[in-house]
């Protein structure tokens, strides 16, 4: 792979900052070697600080979700950081240490040989608020610690395996920083009005003392009329309970499992789970904390998983059903620019694997899936779909074991990528992504616990899809299978949280200049608010910045990454 280009990989004309206790901030430029070129100054002003320097191209600092906001309150936007405490993480994921204390402070601690802090506890998500505009208590490192520190991480990334790449991932990943903090402060466009009419048409009326609405309460009733006794279908040890009384052995409310099951009760029972979760996930008072002056602002966590993949503190806004789409309505005279990426997994499998036949299917502007079926599959596009999905996720048994045999012959090269990953996690060993990104091995490791966790190719217990986060590292530890096939997955997830942080960076570097606004981002997938006279200036730019991040994250390659976009008024039009 070749050096990435300079304006997102080295670092130049940087300044430090970090605000003191006093609530002044220290500021100190620096060399190319990362040490202080001059002397430490103190400024009243954070804002004023980096304000009077529109020269500087990219500011080192401890945090960004704990400094960016507060800059961005006073209308100050930076072009470039890197986020000190972001890249301990990163750094200790390659050194095989995930899971240790990651703060600056942490870090300044085992580079002195002292006693190591414990991270402090994330706080909660404020519903409908913006992020804080100051430190959290303890934060505070002074700025010639935090050097120290930002020094020795330059030393690190040179003893990584890819230096190159390694400091390509971090740069990305304080560019997502960035992003995250900027959508937070924009919010996503709400429209309350067509949500409260939603909620009234799926739920019906709402009953004093916050009871459920009359919707459910009929569901409820029918519920219990299907099994002949009273039932509280928001149980599911109620159901299954109730269930086995009239013969029928369930072991969970799933609705995968309930679709199987021949009893009157089925119906009523899984549109009562539908609307049950809306009314709870997506309600009055749901609406109430968290939608403020026509915007949602959920809190996006950057990196959020091993993965790679974003969370949010809160608010639910990866899990927005299609239903409540329609309340996400642009301002009168704006558009969304909603972006699919278009089968990201299998190009993103090409790219890390080099497999010739793969890259060269993933390089032409026919469907993929379609392409690998002409080779493989008899022109079978669903199988060939299920065996791509098969090797990345680890369905290698039965029909999944036939279709990945059909897969090796013809693309051997990126079947037996994913097979080593596999082997790698079910022994213990490190996977990294293709930028360096590390899977830990086993325990000691669990992912953060979000909203947005789920199992890969299933359902949650209410039907909705999940995202493709299984197995826990730290959970279930002693399953080598089951870390097999986390690792099978990670390098090519992994490796395409990478690439779309590269394209964020890129998209916001090309929206710099418009009135657009980067507002939601999940995993192959982003929207855009502009104005009505932007959206095709955006679309061409979501194309651009989309072949611009596979060239950065996987050097050259025939590989594609093309988007679907729409340009609509209202979200749920865009599917």
């Known amino acids: 792979m070749s050096d990435p280009p300079a304006t997102l990989a080295v670092m130049t004309d940087r300044w430090a900052l970090a605000p003191a206790e006093d609530g002044g901030v220290d500021v100190a430029p620096l060399g190319p070697d990362g040490l202080p070129a001059g002397p430490v100054r103190r400024e009243s002003d954070l804002a004023g ?8 191209t990219r500011w080192v600092w401890r945090s960004t979700p704990d400094v960016y906001p507060r800059l961005l309150a006073t209308g100050v936007r930076v072009e470039r950081c890197y986020d000190i405490e972001d890249a301990e993480t990163l750094l200790l994921g390659h050194e095989g240490r995930y899971g240790e204390p990651r703060s600056a402070a942490a870090a300044l601690a085992r580079l002195r040989g002292g006693p190591v802090p414990p991270d402090p506890p994330q706080r909660p998500a404020a519903p409908g608020a913006q992020s804080p505009l100051f430190e959290p208590a303890g934060a505070h490192v002074p700025l010639g610690d935090l050097l120290e520190v930002y020094a020795d991480q330059q030393r690190r990334h040179r003893l990584t395996a890819h230096p190159d790449r390694m400091r390509l991932l971090t740069a990305a990943e304080s560019a997502g920083m960035l992003v995250a903090a900027e ?7 709400w429209s309350s009005g067509v949500h409260r009419e939603l909620l009234h048409d799926l739920l019906g009326e709402r009953y004093a003392g916050g009871g459920e609405p009359r919707r459910l309460a009929e569901l409820a009733d029918e519920v219990s009329a299907a099994f002949g006794r009273r039932v509280r279908p928001d149980l599911p040890a109620d159901v299954v309970k109730a269930f086995a009384q009239a013969g029928i052995k369930v072991r969970s409310t799933r609705r995968w499992e309930l679709r199987s099951v021949d009893h009157p009760a089925v119906a009523p029972l899984l549109e009562y789970k539908k609307l049950y979760r809306i009314w709870v996930a997506h309600g009055w008072s749901w609406l109430q904390d968290w939608v403020r002056d026509g915007r949602f602002r959920p809190e996006f966590l950057a990196g959020g998983t091993v993965t790679g993949r974003w969370v949010t503190n809160g608010g639910g806004a990866l899990q927005i059903p299609k239903v409540i789409r329609r309340a996400v309505v642009a301002d009168p005279g704006w558009r969304l620019v909603v972006a699919d990426a278009d089968q990201m997994e299998p190009r993103v499998l090409a790219a890390i694997s080099r497999d010739p036949g793969l890259m060269e299917v993933a390089g032409r502007a026919s469907d993929l899936y379609q392409a690998v079926s002409d080779r493989a599959f008899s022109g079978d596009r669903d199988q060939a779909k299920l065996a791509v999905l098969g090797a990345v996720y680890g369905q290698t048994s039965g029909d999944g074991l036939k279709n990945l045999a059909a897969l090796r012959r013809r693309f051997p090269k990126a079947v037996a990528y994913v097979d080593e990953a596999a082997r790698a996690g079910e022994e213990g060993r490190l996977v990294r992504t293709w930028l360096g990104r590390t899977c830990p091995p086993a325990a000691g490791a669990a992912e953060d616990a979000t909203e947005e966790a789920g199992i890969p190719l299933g359902e949650d217990d209410t039907g909705t899809q999940a995202d493709g986060q299984g197995w826990v590292p730290g959970y279930a530890s002693t399953d080598s299978r089951a870390r097999g096939r986390f690792a099978r997955n990670f390098v090519v997830q992994g490796s395409a949280a990478d690439w779309a942080l590269l394209l964020l960076a890129a998209l916001r570097q090309a929206c710099a200049g418009l009135r657009a606004e980067l ?9 855009v608010h502009c104005p009505a006279e932007e959206a095709d200036t955006v679309v061409q730019a979501i194309r651009d910045c989309a072949g611009l991040a596979g060239r ?5 390659t025939p590989v594609r990454f093309p988007f679907t976009t729409a340009v609509v008024e209202c979200y749920a039009d865009a599917k």
């Open 49 to 56: 600080a980096v304000r009077s320097r529109p020269e500087v």
């Open 519 to 527: 507002v939601f981002f999940q995993h192959d997938e982003v929207i």
């Open 552 to 556: 950065l994250t996987f050097g050259d």
């Open 183 to 189: 959508m937070n402060r924009a919010g996503l466009p």
